[in-house]
């Protein structure tokens, strides 16, 4: 079937302006994961869903940062007044919602740079 | 919070060689521990997991250890292939979280060389 999405795949913005990246599951996964890499390092958690709700959102780094999920499929992130240390990959993956199975899904992600 | 350690951070060998890849974690109520396979520009793609109640899991070429008392897990590849190549990243998953975080090694670049 198909697999995690993520749109756009790449954004330019420049430095001050307000961006937002989508999110598609895998269908019937409820949990939902943001995850943020920078070159060369691995995959930092920003914040899970679970269903319409952010369970944890610990990962998030600042207050301009802030993740919306209304009907518990798609999700957006949102950025406000970009900085240029926020260019990296924002990948999202999607797991099922069930005791015992903890495997995730990622999506391609979405290469922001801003200039 | 959970802090996860893998080494090397670059590997290169020969076709039909094997590879080891190793992490250690800190937080001893972690409980799952996946492997991702990561492509230039593509996203990482699991390959092989293991759950803290078993101690080695196998699946064709590539099976996964865990220690619990050293609180460290390794990926072998046996008979490596120049498809191989790409990037390794452990991770654990913290019990207590129920659907939660995975916090990443930073990465192993794995090279087979023809």
């Known amino acids: 079937g198909a697999g995690v999405s993520q749109t756009p795949s790449n954004k330019v913005t420049e430095k001050g302006k307000y961006v937002e990246l989508r999110c598609d599951p895998i269908?019937?996964?409820?949990?939902l994961y943001w995850y943020r890499q920078s070159l060369g390092q691995g995959p930092e958690f920003l914040i899970y869903?679970?269903?319409?709700?952010?369970?944890?959102d610990s990962g998030l780094p600042n207050d301009r940062f802030f993740a919306v999920r209304p009907e518990g499929s798609v999700s957006t992130l949102k950025i406000q007044r970009t900085e240029r240390g926020d260019s990296a990959v924002y990948l999202c993956?999607?797991?099922?919602?069930?005791?015992?199975?903890?495997?995730?899904?990622f999506g391609p992600g979405t290469r922001l740079t801003v200039t | 919070g959970e802090n996860v350690e893998q080494h090397p951070s670059t590997l290169s060998v020969q076709e039909g060689d094997s590879a080891v890849i190793k992490c250690t974690y800190s937080?001893?109520?972690?409980?799952?521990f996946p492997w991702y396979k990561q492509e230039l520009g593509k996203r990482p793609q699991l390959i092989i997991d293991?759950?803290?109640?078993?101690g080695e899991k196998k699946d064709q070429r590539i099976a996964v250890t865990l220690n619990k008392t050293a609180k460290h897990f390794s990926l072998h590849i046996t008979e490596t292939q120049p498809e191989d190549s790409a990037v390794y990243f452990c991770?654990?998953?913290?019990?207590?979280?129920?659907?939660?975080?995975?916090?990443f090694g930073q990465g192993t670049i794995l090279t087979v060389h023809p």
């Open positions: 993956a999607s797991s099922l919602d069930r005791t015992g199975i903890y495997e995730q899904y």
């Open positions: 269908s019937g996964h409820t949990a």
């Open positions: 869903f679970q269903g319409t709700g952010a369970a944890d």
């Open positions: 937080d001893s109520a972690s409980n799952y």
């Open positions: 293991i759950r803290s109640n078993v």
């Open positions: 991770a654990a998953r913290a019990a207590g979280t129920s659907y939660g975080k995975l916090t």
